[in-house]
């Protein structure tokens, strides 16, 4: 039974990134955690100063494909693999209309919420495969369904684009990494109490995080390309 897993997490400063931080460093996993100004990220530092030789805060930028290889570089150089990539960096931008609609501020969000995951992922293939039971998990939506598209109505247009986007990327590269025996799925956390979900949110950071650890703990190779709630229910697209 493995009990030190190798993780990556993006987005880690704030959050459901912090909360996964803080979370898999609590059951002794090695982790490093991404994010554009670690010097900035202080409760990032607190926890590394409480956690000595267990987290490394290395520089990352989704859309700065020079830093995602620079972080890459980094964690080759203190481990040999990794177990666990948690896609977790977005963006929500608010209050468009058809009217308003900006097309830097939506290329922006498919930029981090799209390309971005999958950037990552290919710069962390070659220590993916040498990972245990390795997987890739793409924090996701239920606005980037379809199906609940349609029945909550309209707005919010690059986030639900985006998201949309990176739930149809996560079945692609499930299946082009299916012989490499990487798992890649798309997670809704669920309404969270965070700055994107808000305080009047159903669910603390806590309390989606550990549910999406039990999550990704029981994952298979059946389940990749697949699309799950927070409470390991399968998610309508």
Not at 23 to 28: D, E, I, S
Request: charged letters at 20%; glycine letters at 8%.
């Amino acid at each position: 039974m493995q009990t030190m897993r190798r993780v990556l997490i993006t987005g880690a400063n704030r959050g459901l990134g912090l909360e996964f931080v803080r979370q898999c460093l609590a059951r002794g996993d090695r982790v490093f955690a991404g994010c554009r100004n670690p010097a900035k990220a202080t409760a990032l530092q607190a926890l590394s100063a409480d956690h000595p030789g267990q987290l490394t805060i290395p520089p990352l930028d989704v859309t700065d494909e020079e830093t995602i290889a620079a972080c890459v570089e980094a964690m080759r150089s203190q481990v040999d693999g990794l177990d666990l990539l948690v896609n977790n960096a977005g963006i929500y931008p608010r209050g468009e209309t058809p009217t308003t609609l900006n097309a830097d501020t939506m290329l922006r969000a498919f930029h981090v919420n799209a390309v971005g995951p999958m950037i990552v992922a290919k710069h962390c293939l070659d220590l993916l495969r040498a990972g245990d039971h390795p997987k890739i998990v793409n924090i996701s939506s239920k606005m980037g369904s379809l199906w609940w598209k349609e029945r909550e109505g309209g707005g919010d247009y690059s986030y639900c684009s985006s998201k949309a986007a990176l739930n149809m990327l996560t079945r692609t590269l499930a299946f082009d990494l299916r012989s490499d025996g990487i798992i890649v799925v798309a997670l809704n956390p669920g309404w969270v109490q965070t700055d994107m979900g808000g305080s009047n949110a159903d669910l603390t950071p806590a309390e989606s995080v550990c549910g999406m650890l039990e999550v990704i703990e029981r994952l298979t190779e059946s389940d990749s390309s697949k699309f799950f709630t927070w409470e390991g229910k399968e998610h309508p697209w």
